[in-house]
């Protein structure tokens, strides 16, 4: 049901389409961009007291491995997305993380070093897109993607297994056709199908004014190691690489449960670069002595969008993701998450109009294209430190100072954040100007060189393969009553107590299991800690940065509704204990 209708592409006038209880949402693509959509526009219609009905148009078998299943991707969940997701209380577990990723190793033609967070957590998921690549031999793991769109069909979307090949408008609304002839009108249109697919051309004979997103090439293989000979020569680290390879841009291998992924960025890549690539010393030497690819392995040149459409919306159409806008290069999945919750804020909050898109969807896509702008400028500098044997030299001098007196990490946190999108391009560039950086890079350049460093051999440590967060044992605190916090904590696995010391007396206040989170006041005022959190038996807990919560937080207030609700409910209870014990 919707309250009023217009033509297709209407941007003008203060248009009233809105959604309303017994309207239908059509989301196409099962994708992280499209179950993230119907996830969050579920749960938010719930919240609002509307019954939408929201099917999802995805053909592909993500529970198979090889390309029936595949969605193109490394497969990298960013730090700041998991801690997202955990917040929203979306925890990733063990059967879909294959590895959790506690550091990078940037290496060089000067040296190789290893980057590891304050923390020393694994915040980082490596995951397969799909159930694993062509050719897999044991299936251990769950697809990403398959678990984001179960959790969306435990809301109440409905999962549709067919292909859409035709889109078109009948009486003011967007009509979706299937592979199988089947036809269906729809109050909302969500394309979430990605830059992947010819289907974008669907939308040419519509008049919307959509263009598709610019895109580029880039180039992603599996090589199947297993995992005793990942965790010795990989470990939980991503490695990442500088080398001065005409047309290559960046390189990075992730390492997974069995497999180890190749992920090349770079002008008209083909087979010789990639040769080129993997037979360059800085990555033979890290993979087994004697390795070499072998003749057939899995291996594809997805499309990623690197300048999004400037009008990713219509009246009762908007596009998400990488149909939209995504971000650059880094954090694709959190570029879905953050395109998927604006068009769901604007379509239950505001309307479906096109204009509703242009004044609350289209802010989202124009703050990512300005920030990618700037990650333009970034990957420039990348470039020509690349091309520049005295600016490698200085890269590594002070990365690696920094890493070895564990005390201001200038370099270190710049290079951090450009690897893994844990942060804006903008405020990377905006440290980069700091001074002090600049001053200590010029220092460190002037020094001289680092003599290269020898293979690194990695040992895992109690966290192993995918499981995110930290583990702490029964005995150990985990929060201490009177210290001063900075960080919430979100319960991955496992309990904990809550004790409140009294007078030399502990009392117990709750008992927390998975999906639970407390040191949540740290995050909204600076106090010491009100009590005392320890496990019982083993727990894996992640913490979440007060600094990029509050940094998301403007951007997404949705984000502390969980939050607000969980306080609010611990308030109710301790109400109801104060009068229980004023009662007995």
Known sequence: MVRSQAAPGSISGKSELCLDSGSSVAVVGGGPAGSFFSYFMLAMAERVGMDLSVDVYEPRDFSKPGPVGCNMCGGIVSESLVQLLATEGIILPPTVVQRGIDSYVLHMDVGTVRIDPPGHEKRIAAVHRGAGPRGVLERRWRSFDGHLLDLAAKKGAHSIRERVEGVSWTNGKPRVKTKTGESREYDLLVWAAGVNTAALKLFNGLGIGYKPPKTAKTYICEFLLGQETIEIYFGSSMHVFLLDLPRLEFA?????????????????????????????????????????????????????????????????????????????????????????????????????????????????????????????????????????????????????????????????????????????????????????????????????????????????????????????????????????????????????????????????????????????????????????????????????????????????????????????????????????????
């Open 252 to 584: 990075a291998i992730i390492p997974k449960g069995d497999y180890v992924t190749v992920c090349l960025l770079g002008q008209g890549i083909d087979s010789a670069l990639v040769d080129s690539f993997l037979n360059a010393p800085e990555v033979r030497k890290i993979f087994p002595t004697g390795w070499s690819p072998p003749e057939d392995f899995c291996r594809c040149s997805p499309a990623i969008n690197v300048n999004g459409s400037p009008q990713p919306f219509a009246d009762r159409i908007v596009f998400i993701g990488d149909s939209g806008e995504s971000r650059l290069y880094k954090d694709g999945i959190g570029g879905a998450y953050r395109t998927a919750k604006a068009a769901v804020k604007t379509a239950v909050f505001h309307g479906v109009s096109a204009e509703d898109f242009r004044q609350h969807y289209l802010p989202t896509c124009k703050a990512l294209s300005r920030d990618n702008s700037i990650g333009k400028l970034i990957f420039m500098v990348t470039t020509l430190i690349r091309n520049v044997r005295v600016a490698r030299n200085g890269v590594l001098r002070m990365t690696a100072g920094e890493q070895e007196r564990r005390g201001l990490q200038r370099m270190s946190s710049v290079l951090w954040d450009t690897f893994t999108g844990s942060a804006p391009y903008m405020d990377v560039f905006h440290r980069t100007l700091n001074p002090f950086f600049l001053g200590r890079l010029a220092y460190e350049t002037a020094a001289g060189n680092l003599p290269s460093r020898n293979r690194i051999r990695f040992k895992e440590d109690k966290v192993t393969l995918g499981d995110l967060g930290k583990i702490y044992s029964e005995g150990e605190i985990i929060v201490r009553q009177g210290d001063v916090g900075d960080c919430m904590f979100v319960i991955q696995s496992g309990k904990v107590e809550v004790i409140k010391e009294e007078g030399g007396k502990e009392v117990k206040l709750a008992e927390l299991a998975e999906g639970d989170f407390f040191g949540e006041m740290a995050l909204f005022e600076k106090d010491v800690r009100s009590a005392t959190v320890r496990p019982l038996g083993e727990v894996r807990v992640l913490t979440v940065d007060k600094k990029m919560f509050l940094r998301k937080i403007h951007d997404d207030p949705s984000l502390a509704f969980r939050i607000m609700k969980k306080m609010s409910s611990r308030i109710r209870e301790l109400n109801n204990e104060l009068m229980r014990l004023a009662g007995s």
